[in-house]
């Protein structure tokens, strides 16, 4: 187990998980670009349990954001 004074910011966190997984806007059309502009995103969880068990983790799959425990970021 981790020591909680050495965890990442849930920042940080969200800046490594959006290189993990590269947004697909480039491969999505402008319908589903505005979706994401007005905050209707297609969230998918990734499994890094093994990694960060107390973690909730999403990825938008049209755009960059990543969802940390429930709060939204834009790396």
């Known amino acids: 187990m981790k ?12 800046t490594l998980v959006a290189k993990l997984w590269p947004h697909r806007e ?22 890094l349990a093994t990694l960060m068990p107390d973690k909730d983790i999403l990825h938008c799959f049209w755009c960059s954001k990543v969802k940390v425990d429930g709060i939204v970021y834009d790396p």
Request: charged fraction near 30%; charge should be negative.
């Open 3 to 14: 020591d909680p004074e050495n965890a990442l910011p849930d920042s940080e966190l969200a």
């Open 26 to 47: 480039h491969e999505s059309n402008s319908v589903l670009g505005l979706l994401c502009r007005v905050g209707l995103h297609r969230w998918r969880r990734l499994d």
